[in-house]
């Protein structure tokens, strides 16, 4: 079985190295891979935006499944694509991936359906994004750019001139480009953070193992917004009965609502959620694995990866029966110094092995190259380090201890992974 899988990054690699243990065993390429990924997977040069090149690619090599991991590509069409091309795909096609794409689409769904978020209005215009919030006049306001914005289109404003230049930045200057063309103003809710994969055929949806991000640069959530700087799962602030309300007013009635919207989701569902204290409330929805969940997610799964996938794509989901481990995960993401902000990239490498691996913790490449048999940085996020563990504490001991043993010029790395999750 030939399975290509697009994208780059950590996430990449966490599903590439879970699809290599399936018993089908898998010859797996990707698009466009980084150096760790060479490892496990032939990389192909094509861009993960590329949809005619991966289309191309995919036809020409007979490739049985394609799996199209990041935004971008997903909220582009090129699951459409493929599917028009008679290529098996495991990703939403545009009209789901819209759950995403556009922040005014997930709010407006979820008032329409009564699935509990945040209260909001929406704007296209500046003038009158700022005489609501003036209006408004409660602080801190959470201010949202309608499209994609690699993670950093939410700005939380504490007061009127940080929320005024919040609009004036992503309506005016367009920081994010045309996904500031409409904005989100909404309500600042209070609570834990937790997040949930799920496996969904448009019909049934299966949570996968909770988990609990950290997106913030620097230890006790200072710094800017990241890409999210470690993960741990399961996580403790999602109870079994949390678990239950969740799946009652949110993840059944967000499945029901794509299909009666003719948008039926296939593929991961990723829920942002916010344990207030009126019960959970959805953040934000992505229609792909998280970035860094899926390093402390898939490590746990028991089942076949591969069979999932094809029952998502036969809509039989419902006939399986999904297994995970018990224990615990922790990833511990090791980044460029600067990162969000500005950083070298081509520092040499040193404690991993020939093949990127480290002893006792799974290696997940995010940015790296390989030259001359030498893992190069080439990324804002360098490495994912997870551990796998009988409890959290261990888990984390683990990934913390093989942390100390790789390093680069200016190698950064947040020491209070997992502390939030231990304090329950
Ligand atoms: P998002 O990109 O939508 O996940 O937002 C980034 C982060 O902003 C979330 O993980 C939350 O920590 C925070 N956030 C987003 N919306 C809200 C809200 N309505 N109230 C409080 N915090 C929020
Ligand atoms: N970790 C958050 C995301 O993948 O968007």
Not at 243 to 250: G, S, V
Not at 275 to 284: A, H, M, R, S
Request: aromatic residues 6%; charged residues 30%.
């Amino acid at each position: 079985m030939k399975i290509l899988v697009v994208g780059s990054g950590g996430r990449e690699h966490a599903v590439i190295k879970k699809l290599k243990e399936s018993r089908r065993n898998p010859e797996i390429y990707a698009c466009p891979g980084n150096g760790g990924i060479s490892k496990d997977a032939k990389c192909v040069d094509i861009g993960a935006k590329d949809i005619d090149g991966v289309v191309k690619f995919a036809k020409e090599n007979k490739i049985d499944l394609v799996v199209v991991t990041p935004d971008d590509p997903l909220v582009l069409g090129m699951v459409d694509a493929l599917e028009d091309a008679r290529i098996k795909t495991f990703g939403p096609n545009k009209a789901a991936a819209i759950i995403e794409g556009s922040k005014v689409f997930s709010k407006n769904l979820m008032k329409k359906y009564n699935i509990p978020t945040a209260a909001y209005e929406t704007f296209d215009k500046p003038e009158d994004a700022i005489d609501y919030i003036e209006k408004n006049n409660t602080y801190p306001i959470v201010i949202k750019a309608d499209g994609l914005a690699l993670g950093k289109g939410v700005i939380i404003a504490q007061n009127h001139d940080e929320a005024i230049n919040g609009i004036k930045e992503i309506m005016e200057d367009k920081k994010f480009g045309a996904s500031g063309n409409h904005v989100v103003v909404e309500e600042f809710l209070t609570g834990p953070e937790v997040s949930v994969l799920a496996f969904t055929d448009g019909k049934v949806v299966k949570p996968m193992v909770s988990s609990m991000d950290h997106k913030r640069a620097l230890d006790n959530d200072k710094g800017l917004n990241t890409g999210g700087m470690g993960t741990v799962a399961p996580n403790p602030c999602y109870t079994d009965e949390i678990e239950k309300e969740a799946m009652e007013k949110i993840f059944l009635p967000t499945i029901k609502a794509m299909e009666k919207e003719g948008r039926t989701f296939k593929g991961c569902l990723y829920f942002g959620l916010m344990l207030t204290p009126k019960g959970p409330y959805v953040i934000e929805y992505n229609c792909r694995f998280g970035d860094p969940e899926t390093q402390v997610v898939l490590p746990l799964l028991e089942s076949d990866l591969i069979d999932i996938m094809e029952h998502i794509s036969a809509e039989t989901l419902s006939e399986m029966d999904i297994k995970w481990k018990k224990g615990s995960a922790a990833c511990v993401i090791m980044a460029s110094g600067g990162y969000p902000v500005s950083y070298e990239k081509g520092k040499e490498i040193s404690g991993l092995d020939l093949n990127g691996n480290h002893d006792g913790v799974i290696v997940y490449h995010a940015g790296t190259k390989l030259e001359n048999d030498k893992f190069l940085t080439n990324g804002g996020r360098v490495l994912g380090i997870t551990a796998l563990g009988d409890n959290l504490q261990s888990a984390l001991d683990k990934a913390y201890k093989a942390c100390e043993d790789i390093s680069w010029e200016k190698v950064h790395y947040r020491k209070d992974i997992g502390q939030r999750a231990l304090r329950g």
